[in-house]
């Protein structure tokens, strides 16, 4: 069973910075280099936003408009890993971060085409 677990959510200032991490485990996740992944993030009562992808090898990176500039996604294909560093946080960063595993296409910010989802991780930004 695939395995995508995120940490490093908590509690900070705004203005401040948090790191995201994922890592995959599961035998179909097995070769990891062969998904682009992705982050999204939900607040209550809201429907799950796009926030950045990464495509297979790290030489592509997308950004939804909220955070360009502020956020950079990364991947580490020999750790299976792919984080997402969050810098300059608002409070309306506030929301429950969840990464995700796509086998299609090279950059997908459409949450149907992600077929692997971790639990997510709670980010609160607030003073």
């Known amino acids: 069973q695939v395995q995508l677990v995120e940490s490093g959510g908590g509690l900070v200032q705004p203005g401040g910075s948090l790191r995201l991490s994922c890592e995959s485990s599961?035998?179909?996740?097995?070769?990891?280099?062969?998904?682009?992944m992705g982050w999204f993030r939900q607040t209550p009562g809201k429907e799950r936003e796009f926030v950045a992808v990464v495509n297979w090898n790290a030489g592509s990176t997308y950004y939804a408009d909220s955070v360009k500039g502020r956020f950079t996604v990364s991947r580490d294909n020999v750790k299976n890993t792919v984080n997402l560093q969050m810098n300059s946080l608002e409070p309306e960063d506030t929301a429950v971060y969840y990464c995700?595993?796509?086998?299609?296409?090279?950059?997908?910010?459409?949450?149907?085409?992600?077929?692997?989802w971790g639990q997510g991780t709670q980010v609160i930004v607030s003073s």
């Open positions: 599961g035998r179909t996740l097995r070769n990891f280099r062969g998904y682009a």
């Open positions: 995700a595993a796509s086998d299609v296409g090279p950059l997908p910010t459409e949450e149907g085409r992600y077929g692997y």
